[in-house]
């Protein structure tokens, strides 16, 4: 099965690894990084390299297509050869899915026209503008277009995924060989758990608006 990460320069690193830790471990994957040139696609602190290995036209039909987020990803929004790939992949697609603010590149794509779709909290009204219906669900499906929430639903949604291609036991499994039992010392992981003072303050500070 091959499964197609796309990158590209001012990613979000767990967009992409997250799932790349569960969806690699899936019996019979084969996992390829992919981007409009191979090479090392930046983060957006610019500390951390990811590689593509493949270009976008390497990897015409990929059976899971992963479109993680990042502020690079609304740069991409009206890059027509990167939204055709998408819109290409999702047509022989099994599972087309994002991460935080790759929602919004589905969106741009045209694949999100009315459904129900997630992303992260701060991006709602840009991916409303796509056509799409925001909510606050960690991870949505919608056929055969799953979309997460912020960075670390990345890792939720794979497992959803893996359950549904392979089985229940197989995504247990693949959570505690990574051992994914999330314990932050803190509940405040969404705006509706967090205190209301740390909630403005990401409003302040983040880009995402």
Known sequence: MEIA???????????AVGPYEV???LPGAQVRFVAGEPGPMRTENGFLALTADAS??????????????????????GHEPTL?????????TKWTTSVCTGSLLLGAAGLLDGLSASTH????????????????ERVVRVGKIITAA????GIDMALTLVALEAGDDVSQA????????????????????APEHIVDLVRRVASFS
């Open 150 to 153: 912020g960075v670390s639903s």
């Open 84 to 92: 055709d790939w998408i819109r290409s992949a999702h047509e022989t």
């Open 23 to 25: 969806l690699s471990r």
């Open 121 to 136: 909290w701060l991006a709602h009204d840009e991916l409303a503008a796509t056509g799409a219906r925001p909510t606050h």
């Open 56 to 77: 976008l036209d390497e990897v015409p039909s990929p059976e899971i297509l992963v479109v993680p987020g990042g502020f690079g990803a609304r740069e991409l929004m």
């Open 174 to 193: 693949i959570q505690l060989g990574i051992e994914y039992d999330p314990q932050p010392p803190f509940d405040s992981g969404s705006p509706q758990k």
């Open 5 to 15: 990460i796309l990158l590209f320069d001012r990613l979000t690193a767990l967009d």
